[in-house]
């Protein structure tokens, strides 16, 4: 485990690899949650986020959990943050309840968004402008 905590030392901007922030408004889930996935398997530390690496009396495993989480709360939003946050939490508890909570939310923005859709009036809009005003939904 020591060689894979050296590489994970070695990341001082986890952004370069996740560059999204995950926030609730922006219905980007999926594609954070491919970056992050990717991120914890190239750094073979995916077992943190799905729970089946789990020894918290190994310090070295105590580290690297504490960097995967260190990695989740730099890649979210700060509202985020305040609605996922358990205090001891491990990094796949974390995960668990981010899922949640956008698996959870996935059906009821589906409904808002078609909702939104099917009242817009096109009226004298260009083509150019009405993509711009579906694209911000």
């Excluded at 986020?49 to 190994?58: F, I, K, M, S």
């Excluded at 995967?68 to 996922?84: A, C, D, E």
């Amino acid at each position: 485990m020591a060689s894979h905590l050296d590489k994970m030392y070695g990341i001082t901007n986890i952004k370069s690899y996740v560059p999204l922030i995950l926030d609730l408004d922006r219905l980007n889930y999926d594609a954070w949650c491919e970056f992050f996935k990717n991120q914890c398997t190239a750094y073979k530390v995916f077992g943190h986020l799905d729970g089946t690496n789990h020894n918290p009396a190994d310090q070295d495993w105590c580290t690297a959990d504490s960097i995967v989480k260190q990695w989740l709360f730099v890649t979210l939003s700060q509202p985020l943050i305040q609605t996922i946050l358990i205090l001891d939490a491990t990094a796949a508890q974390l995960w668990k309840a981010i899922e949640d909570l956008f698996r959870d939310n996935k059906e009821a923005n589906a409904i808002e968004l078609e909702n939104q859709l099917r009242n817009i009036v096109i009226g004298d809009s260009t083509v150019m402008e009405y993509y711009t005003h579906q694209s911000h939904l």
